[in-house]
């Protein structure tokens, strides 16, 4: 990824600030760690905190939104963790959620880890998960899959999560969920955007109109014809299209383009998948 264009965005509420402090107390009663990210910016939703919080635990990494994403290039992310030595699950959480293929994936930890305690005289035990992941990634959701009822409550906006909280699974497992947490300062603008783009970043952080233009440019680059075809677009200049935009949605009026509405309106779409099939985050 492209390491040279910086940006100053701060964002680390309070919440975040101690949720970290609290995985580092707890992190030793810890056996496995799950983080989950968004398969549409598998680069970009993964936190560069949770390997160094997480120390030297199995790590599982879910990626949520596969239906979402670009299949051909999110496959390339999978086999590139993968042979960092993670376990990848790809997961669509609302059409067709399957908890049992996490379940597969960690047995044969959970079983190595309760032969040591046989070994040592000790009995078996709940194997404790603890849950991590950026905001809005879908990791509430994917807790109340793995639970088969509503454990946590889920929102479409970051920061539903506050506290740390223990929610047994089953008489095996054991999960530790935690707020979504970023990293203290989003020194890459392309991930800063990426992350906005899919709302893992609050409204306020950044502007709704800088983010519009950044999806409008990346999907004229990268997925012409998905934002083409949505909005009848038939310019290149970034003033035209949004005008183009505006015309297409009914956001024009006595001749004056709502822009606030067209930059909503491409966010939206983005988000909700009306765009296509996208990943944003390309392997180098």
């Known amino acids: 990824m492209n390491n040279e264009n910086k940006t100053n965005i701060n964002w680390y509420p309070g919440h975040m600030a101690k949720a970290k402090r609290e995985i580092k107390e707890k992190i030793n009663l810890i056996d496995i760690v799950f983080e989950v990210i968004d398969a549409r910016i598998p680069y970009s939703s993964k936190n560069k905190d949770i390997d160094n919080i997480s120390m030297n635990k199995p790590k599982v990494i879910i990626m949520t939104k596969c239906d979402l994403c670009d299949l051909s290039i999110t496959n390339k992310w999978k086999k590139y963790y993968e042979d960092k030595g993670y376990i990848v699950v790809m997961m669509d959480l609302i059409n067709n959620p399957n908890p049992k293929i996490i379940f597969e994936k960690i047995e044969p930890i959970i079983?190595?880890?309760?032969?040591?305690?046989?070994?040592?005289?000790?009995?078996?035990?709940?194997?404790?998960?603890?849950?991590?992941?950026?905001?809005?990634?879908?990791?509430?959701?994917?807790?109340?899959?793995?639970?088969?009822?509503?454990?946590?409550?889920?929102?479409?906006?970051?920061?539903i999560t506050k506290n740390l909280e223990w929610i047994r699974i089953n008489d095996k497992i054991e999960l530790l969920d935690t707020p979504g947490i970023l990293w203290p300062k989003l020194d890459e603008e392309e991930v800063a955007y990426n992350l906005a783009s899919m709302t893992a970043i609050k409204d306020e952080v950044l502007i709704h109109e800088d983010i519009a233009i950044y999806i409008i440019k990346k999907m004229m680059t990268e997925y012409r014809d998905n934002i083409t075809n949505r909005y009848n677009i038939?310019?290149?200049?970034?003033?035209?299209?949004?005008?183009?935009?505006?015309?297409?949605?009914?956001?024009?009026?006595?001749?004056?383009?709502?822009?606030?509405?067209?930059?909503?309106?491409?966010?939206?779409?983005?988000?909700?998948?009306?765009?296509?099939?996208?990943?944003?985050?390309?392997l180098k």
């Open 111 to 159: 079983n190595n880890i309760n032969e040591e305690r046989k070994k040592k005289g000790l009995l078996p035990r709940k194997i404790r998960v603890l849950v991590l992941g950026v905001p809005n990634v879908g990791k509430s959701t994917l807790i109340n899959r793995l639970v088969g009822k509503k454990a946590v409550n889920v929102g479409n906006k970051p920061g």
């Open 234 to 282: 038939t310019e290149n200049d970034i003033l035209l299209i949004l005008e183009q935009i505006g015309k297409k949605i009914g956001a024009v009026k006595n001749g004056e383009t709502d822009y606030d509405k067209v930059y909503q309106k491409v966010i939206n779409d983005l988000q909700n998948g009306y765009l296509g099939k996208v990943t944003f985050d390309k």
